[in-house]
Structure formats: C-alpha cells, structure tokens
C-alpha cells in the first residue's frame, strides 16, 4: 500500500555542519563564512564574523538531555547525531518519530548570527548558498516529506525582492522572513513590493517564531510619550507575535494585502487566547489617544491572517471554544529542546485523543497543507534503505 501523510510537523529545523551549504560559497567569499570548531571537551563552537564564539547547545538536543553549550553535532565515533545527518538519516528519524513529513526551518547559525558579516554582499552570498544546497542536495531526496523554507536575506528590500524570485525558481514552496523585507524591525512602504510578489508567485509566508515586531516603547520605560500606537496595543502581550502583528495591522498591511497569510511555527499557543484579548482591549483602551482607525478588531485581523505553530501545546486542544483550531498546526521542533522526538506517536496518542478524527487531522495534516499547498492526500516518497 502507498504510504500517505497521516502526520506532518510543521517545525522541524535543519541544524548539520556547515560544510553542505558551504560549498556553494563562492571561493571569494568563503574565508569570511562561519567556521565549526572542535572544542577540548568534544562539543563543537561556531566563528562567525562579529561575534563570539558561539555554542551548540538546545539547537541540538535529539533524544539526549537538554544543554545550553557543550553540545556537539557528533557522536563520540564521528558519527552524526539524530538531527544532524543527511537526509536519508533524516527520513529514517521520521520514521522512528511516527511522522512523514517536516516542514524545514533555517538553523540559528544561518537565520540569525550571520546578519553580524559586516559585508552585506557576502552575507547575501551565504543566504543563497544554504538555500541552494537546501534544495539541490538536502531535501531533493524527499521533496514531499522534507519541506523547505528558503531563507531571505535583511540586506535589503531588493535582496529579499530578488531571493524570492530565486526561491520559487529553485523549487521551494515557502519562505522564512527573519525581519521586514526592507530588512529592518519595523514595516517600510517598500514591503508593499515583496506582499505583492510573493502573493503573485504563490509562495507561502513561514517566519517560524516571529519577524520584526521591534516596537519603541521609550527609555526609560516609563516615558509614554514615545510609545507608537502598535507599542501600546502590544504592551500586556509581548510574546511572539503579537508585536508583529501590531505592527502590519497598525501600519494597514493587511488592508492592502487581504489574502496575506502567515504561518508562526513554535508559537506557545496556550498564550494565543489571552493575546488576542489583550490586543483589541488596548486597542480601545489607548485609542483616544493615538487615534488609530481600524476596520476590524485587532482580534479579527490575527485570526484571518495567521496559522499557528503548536509544539507541547496541550492545553491549546481543550481551548477550542476559545479560538478555533482551525487556526493550528502541530510540530515536533525537532531536534531542538522543547521538541517530542522520539515520543512524538506517544504525545500525539495522549495530548489529541480527546479529539474527533477530523480535527486531529486538521491539526496533523490539513491545516499545514492548506497553507503551503501540498496535497493531503497524495502518495509520497517511501524511505530508503
């Protein structure tokens, strides 16, 4: 019989050494890319430019306890950790795990510490490396059951125009903002480019935990006068993304862009209930003051908007009166630290039994779908031996 998605995690992470995606550095270029160390107790550092040594640790937890530093991507025989290997290794993990497929996000060591290479052309050339060795060598095994995210660069609204155009060139079916397409923390009327063409070319928006959401709320603290309006109505809801969220429904993106969707993987969704509550009570809390004027309800907006990312999330499955779990998808945050690998059968059978079987695969299959494009019901890649 046809092996078909009976579950997908919306949240795994590819976290290997660096050599993979390094090679599609340019020789120019590579002496200034991130280097993986080996350190005295075994554990691996990561040298990047502009900063210090930097340790695996939660990036890389598997099945073994969790670390903040002192964690390696190899075993004591030079073998790769579960999480760290190639992609057939990665397959197999799926296997082991009781899933059949991941959607991919980029690993801290490429999303976020690389914006310190002060030469902004080579960090574009390293953006575009991981992402061409994501496709091409990584995930061209399983494109079915390895779902990637291509990367985009901050170096600038032309930069993230441009590796758009490239991501759909090159296969992928979505992509990971770190910040907003003009590629700072705040939204810019340029972005209006990048909603527009990513909704032309049918990419899905996958920022994983947030983008941007950089709101000034004065220093000191208690200085108000400095607040912005997305400041205020995000104040009692700082989590993820409620900032963010602020910010496009403040600032009218979605107004403008009403078929933009966003996916937030490894939200603490149990939170989700109470940010909703806090945005559209602040928003009338503060408004004769800042005198913003809204078409809906902050509420409205986030719930049209977004799909969120739930990992042990389980207090979310029994607040559907609340929010509708339409609005959810399940991850396993593999091989990161809050993640269930290899138990994720297990918490699946104990956290989603109380649910009917259509909304247990809404929330394992459908929904994640739905938002990237995939068929739910297809025949996909068997693992190979």
């Known amino acids: 019989m046809a092996r078909r998605y009976q579950v997908i995690s919306g949240d795994g992470h590819v976290e290997t050494p660096p050599e993979g995606w390094l090679a599609y550095v340019p020789d120019r270029f590579r002496d200034r890319a991130p280097r993986l160390i080996r350190l005295p107790d075994g ?24 670390k903040f530093a002192n964690a ?11 999480g760290a290997g190639d992609p057939v290794q990665r397959l197999h993990e799926q296997d082991i795990d009781g899933i059949d497929a991941e959607v991919l996000f980029a690993p801290v060591f490429v999303a976020r510490f690389i914006e310190s290479i002060s030469d902004k052309d080579i960090y574009r050339s390293i953006v575009q490396a991981y992402n061409t060795w994501l496709m091409a060598d990584y995930c061209s095994v399983a494109p079915d059951r390895l779902i ?16 758009l155009q490239r991501a759909k060139e090159l296969g992928f079916r979505g992509i990971q903002l770190q910040q907003y397409p003009n590629g700072s923390g705040a939204p810019k009327p340029e972005d209006d480019r990048f909603w527009e063409k990513s909704l032309e070319l049918g990419l899905a928006l996958n920022p994983h935990l947030n983008f941007g959401g950089v709101v000034w709320r004065g220093d000191p603290r ?5 607040w912005s309006a997305e400041a205020a109505m995000s104040q009692h809801t700082p989590s993820s993304p409620a900032a963010t969220m602020a910010q496009m429904i403040v600032h009218g993106v979605f107004d403008r862009f009403p078929e933009l969707r966003f996916y937030f993987a490894e939200v603490n969704c149990a939170y989700i209930p109470g940010m909703l509550y806090y945005l559209d009570r602040n928003y009338h809390e503060f408004n004769d003051w800042f005198q913003v004027s809204l078409k809906k309800e902050p509420s409205e907006y986030v719930l ?14 029994q607040m559907g009166h609340l929010v509708s779990l339409d609005h959810f998808a399940w991850g396993s945050d593999f091989p990161h630290s809050v993640g269930t690998f290899p138990n994720s059968e297990r918490y699946i059978k104990e956290a989603f039994g109380g649910l009917d079987e259509a909304t247990r695969r809404k929330l394992l299959v459908e929904n994640i779908c739905a938002h990237i494009g995939l068929d739910p019901d297809a025949e996909i890649t068997e693992t190979p031996a």
Request: charged share 20%; proline share 7%.
């Open 43 to 66: 554990s691996d550092g990561w040298l990047v430019e502009g900063q210090p040594m930097l340790h695996n640790g939660q990036n890389i937890k598997g099945r073994g306890p969790v």
């Open 72 to 82: 390696s991507y190899f075993n004591a025989d030079g073998t790769r950790r579960e």
């Open 148 to 163: 990637p995210n291509a990367l985009i660069p901050v170096s600038g609204i032309d930069h993230a125009l441009a590796e």
């Open 222 to 226: 208690s200085d108000t006068s400095q």
């Open 304 to 317: 049209e908007h977004c799909l969120f990312g739930m990992v042990r999330d389980a207090p979310m499955l």
